[in-house]
């Protein structure tokens, strides 16, 4: 029978390079999420900018982390994957003295398009720097930790941004954006990557930015990412304004709970081999969460299927992430961290449309979520009957 002691984990997965690689994300996730939930408020006070244009203005960073994320990939495996992960950061940092700087609306669009290619860069090669830190037989459980660190971010950096916006000039906001980015970045130079064998130049093709054999698993990403679009866009107007809960912000801190919880468990399963029953006990798990949220009539349903919507993303996202990368090749790394947010990328960018239009038509927000229940239903379907065994058939031994 196997054993595990808590000196082996410590010794495999827990060394200082993993740590500072953790902080270096948390501290850019921290930043991002800190200023990200007060930005609507800065345009209109600034610019004076409707409702309509607030959301073309926001929507021009989505457009361009879309266009550009299939590239990045390319570039993480081209080229030394720390100097690109220092590059990006450099610039992710940089483009917030942009956005102070920015005197009329279009220069502001122009800042938050170049924030999208950095964002686009930074979050494929810092998971690409994590997972060539990761030891390949904990990959699982070690991105599950990794991404921690952002649920962790995202579920705190908006109370301090909000606190900061009701309580300081903006200023302070992009202040306080800049030191954390300042930190991380200084956080993110001491990490030490091991070198990889150099390879010789290949010809430009399709594989180079998109992981074709992953494609399968990717749409499967796509399902529960439409899903989260529609959370991340209604979820508080539909407790405000249906179910009249005041503190709706608790939401995602409750959802992030649920995520937390499942990094304690997902990962050590993964990498021992349960992929087939995680992956179908997640997506019903996320299946059950959003059709109670759904039907919620109350704080209690609505805030406990934030913990069940958070435990099954918890399991699913660094899965879908473990099995994409598990078909690539050591020096295809880049792409398949590219392939996994391009999917999840353009299913929130679907989701957050899609949402707006079937708002209108809609009844409640509430069969907006149940639509998002049968979503994850589908997906636990597609996975059954197609993703397990496209995995299983073309995974590579890492």
Not at 76 to 94: E, G, L, P, Q
Not at 247 to 252: H, K, P
Not at 286 to 313: H, N, W
């Amino acid at each position: 029978m196997e054993t595990f002691s808590f000196f082996d984990m410590i010794q495999k997965l827990w060394t200082a390079n993993f740590l500072k690689a953790c902080l270096a994300n948390f501290l850019m996730g921290f930043a991002f999420y800190l200023i990200g939930t007060t930005m609507p408020f800065y345009i209109g006070e600034k610019y004076g900018a409707t409702e309509a244009e607030t959301g073309l203005v926001l929507a021009s960073y989505i457009i361009a982390t879309l266009l550009v994320r299939p590239f990045s990939g390319y570039i993480v495996d081209a080229y030394d994957r720390k100097k690109v992960y220092i590059i990006a950061y450099f610039f992710f940092v940089f483009v917030y003295f942009g956005y102070m700087w920015a005197s009329t609306m279009m220069l502001f669009v122009l800042a938050r398009m170049m924030h999208g290619i950095t964002w686009s860069v930074i979050t494929t090669s810092s998971s690409t720097v994590a997972i060539d830190i990761i030891p390949s037989e904990r990959r699982g459980e070690g991105l599950g930790f990794f991404g921690l660190t952002t649920t962790i971010a995202m579920s705190i950096g908006p109370f301090i941004g909000l606190y900061l916006y009701e309580n300081f000039p903006f200023k302070y906001n992009f202040y306080s954006t800049i030191v954390v980015g300042i930190l991380g970045l200084l956080t993110a130079l001491t990490i030490q990557v091991p070198k990889r064998e150099p390879k010789e130049k290949q010809i430009l093709s399709l594989d180079r930015f998109i992981l074709k054999p992953a494609i399968p698993i990717g749409i499967n990403v796509l399902f529960i990412a439409i899903s989260f679009g529609m959370l991340f866009t209604y979820a508080a107007k539909f407790g405000l304004n249906e179910l009249k809960i005041s503190s709706t912000g608790f939401f995602f801190l409750f959802m992030a709970v649920g995520m937390a919880v499942s990094r304690f468990f997902a990962g050590r399963l993964l990498d021992k081999g349960y992929v087939n029953q995680l992956m179908l006990t997640a997506l019903f798990v996320i299946g059950l969460g959003y059709t109670a949220f759904g039907l919620a009539t109350s704080e209690l349903l609505y805030f406990g299927s934030a913990l069940f919507i958070g435990l099954g993303y918890g399991m699913a996202s660094p899965s879908f992430q473990t099995m994409i990368i598990n078909m690539g090749s050591n020096d295809q790394r880049g792409t398949a961290n590219s392939t996994f947010f391009s999917f999840y990328d353009l299913g929130i960018g679907i989701g957050m449309v899609s949402s707006g239009f079937l708002a209108t038509i809609l009844p409640s927000f509430g069969h907006l979520f149940v639509i998002c229940g049968l979503l994850a239903f589908l997906a636990l379907v597609y996975f059954y009957f197609i993703s397990k065994q496209v995995y299983h058939r073309k995974k590579l031994i890492n």
